[in-house]
């Protein structure tokens, strides 16, 4: 007989993960019946989430500042969404009159709040850089504009919205043609400066750059009207692209990551790169987006692939933003060969995306063959490393452009919100696509969200160490189970060969695994029984489970059926839990099972 367990981690449908956290990015789903019931539209889910995914669920403090703009600009029976800059916000009318062309400019506008002519001139907002743009339209076409928030992942962030929210209220962002021509706010585009000369006064050899003289880690929930260190920003943004670039090996501060010399020896093993070529964006899935529209800027509205089963939004991307694409779903051998005789009879592309390892069956692409197809027959390869990350597998040898989620596992603290593009100095068409990205590269990845981010990912190496550890033992507890169908991990995966070729010498397997059931109502026990935090998301500091391809694929299951991905699959990514702590947790939720 199994003992009754008492669950530690017991959270409220729709309480925010981490609990009590104003700007989380998960929610509370922590039943099966919970997750059927958020897709379903139960109000018994739905009027009790305090948050939701963020490019899912709009954030309450991101719906209260559209409101108070539609209120003071809009016209009745209107609705607004947000996004960070007059040139995100356009895109979203670009998209709004291609699927709804009848509706036309009269019904569909672009307000452009900016800092007034006297705030403009403040240091402070030069640096945070304060503004935001609305798209007004009707409201019964919400539908639209949220297909572009959700697939782009183009939308302010909760802490941006909050801010600029307080300011709208004092009368210090006001629509833009209020403002005198000669003082407007938003010049274009603000590139990364190149060296490493942002916003530090002296060289960064760590003598004495502004770092140095100020406490770095005097970061808490900020609101206007408390005391933001807004001259770290810049440092922060600079600390963590040096992060991503590969250059730190242990847990280091900000002082330290700035002190770094640029060309230090790294993980990434790809002469001449840096951390110039990395691009910080809102979230993982606006840089996949602004990655597509960028190739097809630098070659051509061509078709792409998309080899794999991808993350749901990877797909939506180059199906709607785009000529369409050529899906191979089972990421075979097979399908590669299929794809080798299509490119043999003249057919071509403008670029493969492939995730490593892909997500949720944690299969790994042949990245080799894959080079070696773009390199014949001229296509980009774009690789997301988000679950693998750069410090378990080095991928960048393999693409042309490398993106990943900063939300998950790099944060970890699953309290903000970030992206990032980086591109391959080696790769054969760089020069056009360094250019192309100068040239069309926003940094909207807001201040506020920067310094927690870089805050969070300081010790991002010791954290993957103890992650994998613990990956591999939950793995071990499944595995060797009865009633247990299929666990998918990448140490475990038929196609674990083509990850060893890319894991870095210390790496490991990585913190996200998934595992199948022979029944629905084993699965739905297993779920119910098990004692950890349950929600959307990965690569957070504590464990976070779901029935990921209910949560994910809903409405399509069985299309997902057809490609192997099984609907009572549950999706564990793994924490930094205390190991035999784990153990015992999973060992219970499967003895569950059996009783």
């Not at 956290?21 to 305090?50: C, F, I, Q």
């Not at 009633?483 to 998918?488: D, T």
């Amino acid at each position: 007989m199994t003992v009754p367990m008492t669950f530690e981690y017991d959270v409220e449908v729709g309480e925010t993960i981490p609990p009590m956290t104003a700007h989380a990015v998960s929610v509370s789903l922590p039943t099966w019946r919970a997750n059927v019931g958020y897709e379903e539209g139960e109000d018994w889910v739905l009027n009790k989430m305090k948050t939701g995914y963020p490019r899912f669920f709009i954030h309450k403090s991101i719906e209260k500042f559209a409101t108070a703009i539609v209120e003071k600009y809009g016209r009745p029976g209107e609705r607004a969404v947000l996004f960070p800059s007059h040139a995100v916000a356009s895109k979203c009318l670009d998209f709004f009159i291609q699927q709804a062309p009848e509706l036309g400019l009269q019904h569909i506008r672009i307000v452009d709040l900016v800092p007034t002519a006297e705030k403009s001139r403040s240091e402070d907002f030069a640096i945070i850089s304060p503004k935001i743009s609305a798209i007004l339209f009707p409201q019964d076409r919400f539908n639209i504009a949220k297909t572009f928030w959700q697939h782009s992942g183009t939308g302010v962030s909760s802490r941006h919205a909050e801010y600029c929210h307080n300011l709208f209220c004092k009368g210090v962002l006001v629509d833009q043609t209020k403002v005198e021509e000669s003082l407007r706010f938003c010049k274009g585009p603000k590139r990364y400066q190149r060296k490493t000369s942002i916003d530090i006064t002296n060289p960064p050899d760590g003598s004495n750059s502004t770092a140095e003289t100020q406490d770095p880690t005097r970061f808490v929930e900020e609101r206007f009207g408390r005391n933001l260190d807004l001259s770290l920003t810049a440092n922060a943004k600079l600390a963590v692209r040096r992060r991503i670039a590969g250059s730190l090996t242990a847990d280091v501060g900000l002082t330290e990551a700035l002190a770094l010399e640029k060309d230090l020896e790294r993980t990434r093993k790809v002469a001449d790169f840096s951390e110039d070529d990395v691009y910080l964006y809102p979230c993982g899935m606006n840089s996949i987006f602004n990655t597509h529209q960028n190739l097809m800027a630098a070659k051509g509205e061509l078709k792409s692939i998309v080899y794999g089963f991808p993350y749901i939004d990877t797909l939506k991307i180059v199906q709607k933003f785009g000529p369409g694409c050529l899906f191979y779903g089972f990421g075979s051998s097979e399908e590669l060969d299929d794809l080798e005789t299509r490119l043999e009879g003249g057919e071509r592309y403008l670029a493969l995306f492939t995730e490593f390892p892909g997500n949720p069956l944690l299969n790994s692409p042949d990245l080799e063959r894959i080079r070696g197809l773009a390199d014949k027959y001229d296509f980009y390869v774009v690789i997301d490393e988000t679950v693998g990350n750069f410090l378990n597998v080095n991928v960048l040898p393999y693409g042309d452009v490398v993106v990943s989620s900063l939300t998950k596992v790099f944060s970890g603290d699953s309290n903000v919100m970030g992206g990032s593009a980086i591109l391959n100095p080696k790769g054969r068409r760089y020069d056009i696509l360094k250019r192309t990205w100068e040239k069309d590269y926003e940094d909207n990845h807001w201040a506020e969200d920067s310094i927690f981010l870089e805050r969070n990912s300081r010790d991002f190496v010791s954290r993957i160490e103890r992650i994998n550890t613990n990956a591999e033992a939950i793995c071990d507890v499944l595995r060797t189970h009865p009633l247990v169908k299929q666990v998918n991990y990448p140490k475990y995966s038929p196609t674990r060969s083509f990850y060893d070729k890319c894991r870095t010498p210390n790496g490991g397997y990585g913190g996200l695994l998934s595992a199948t059931f022979y029944s629905t109502q084993d699965a739905v026990t297993f779920f119910d029984s098990l004692d950890t935090v349950k929600g959307p998301s990965l690569g957070t500091n504590f464990t976070l489970s779901s029935p990921y391809v209910i949560l994910a694929h809903y409405g399509e299951l069985d299309w997902c059926a057809s490609y192997g991905v099984d609907a009572d699959l549950v999706r564990v990514s793994v924490g930094l839990e205390e190991t035999n702590k784990l153990v015992k947790i999973f060992r219970h939720a499967l003895d569950s099972i059996a009783n």
